[in-house]
Antibody, heavy 126, light 112 residues
Framework: EVQLVESGGGLVQPGRSLRLSCAAS????????MHWVRQAPGKGLEWISS????????VYGDSVKGRFTISRDNAKNSLYLQMNSLRADDTALYYC????????????????????WGQGTTVTVS | DIVMTQSPPSLPVTPGEPASISCRSS???????????LDWYLQKPGQSPQLLIY???NRASGVPDRFSGSGSDTDFTLRISRVEAEDVGVYYC?????????FGQGTKLEIK
């Protein structure tokens, strides 16, 4: 079964750090771009970061640039998000998401959408 | 950044009736290779989002054929030919042409 399981969320004070993890199973993790997408309480979806299959291409949204770092360990089938200098507006449910492309930008690859989403891990900054 | 605008924000539908959601982008999502980098996702109540449509008009695996996507350039539409109770939730369009990827604000479909 294809699965993404996030962990590492919790309650943290403003200015502190937190590291999220995402364990992937059921597919060849090192074949695909991976993303973090978040959803603030009662709000819509916000993409925050992407990483290509070999970590050669990494992009961030403006709201997290300079504070968050995405990384992956293909040997461990794991995706990470290091979150520093957390603010109240970082409070959200954080989803780990699998892409169908291997590289960024996706128009240079075969792209069939973001096809697997984890159940999310909640980060509360207060 | 590409701004995605969905309408309507809320969509009450009688079961068995059709439904339509519009999504407009502030820039063309049509790549020179001919694909529109526009996806549709559905977030059912209490669940994670799920992929419905990719590249504007292609149904994802397992998506019922009552769902269809159309459009090109900056104007896109998601249609449900006959709404069922299980279709309730929030529908989002998302552009994948440029970083940052951006979502529409969502359309909440509810059953009358």
């Amino acid at each position: 079964e294809v699965q993404l399981v996030e962990s590492g969320g919790g309650l943290v004070q403003p200015g502190r750090s937190l590291r999220l993890s995402c364990a992937a199973s059921g597919f060849r993790f090192d074949d695909f771009v991976m993303h973090w997408v978040r959803q603030a309480p009662g709000k819509g979806l916000e993409w925050i970061s992407s990483i290509s299959w070999n970590s050669g291409s990494i992009v961030y949204g403006d709201s997290v640039k300079g504070r968050f770092t995405i990384s992956r360990d293909n040997a461990k089938n794991s995706l990470y998000l290091q979150m520093n200098s957390l603010r109240a507006d970082d409070t959200a449910l954080y989803y780990c998401v699998k892409d169908t492309a291997a590289i960024l930008p996706v128009f240079n690859a075969y792209y069939y959408g973001m096809d697997v989403w984890g159940q999310g891990t909640t980060v509360t900054v207060s | 950044d590409i701004v995605m605008t969905q309408s309507p924000p809320s969509l009450p539908v009688t079961p068995g009736e059709p439904a339509s959601i519009s999504c407009r982008s502030s820039q063309s999502l049509l790549h020179s290779r001919g694909d529109n980098y526009l996806d549709w996702y559905l977030q059912k109540p209490g669940q994670s989002p799920q992929l419905l449509i990719y590249l504007g008009s292609n149904r994802a695996s397992g998506v019922p054929d009552r769902f269809s996507g159309s459009g090109s350039d900056t104007d896109f539409t998601l249609r449900i030919s006959r709404v069922e109770a299980e279709d309730v939730g929030v529908y989002y369009c998302m552009q994948a042409l440029q970083s940052p990827r951006t979502f529409g604000q969502g359309t909440k479909l509810e059953i009358k």
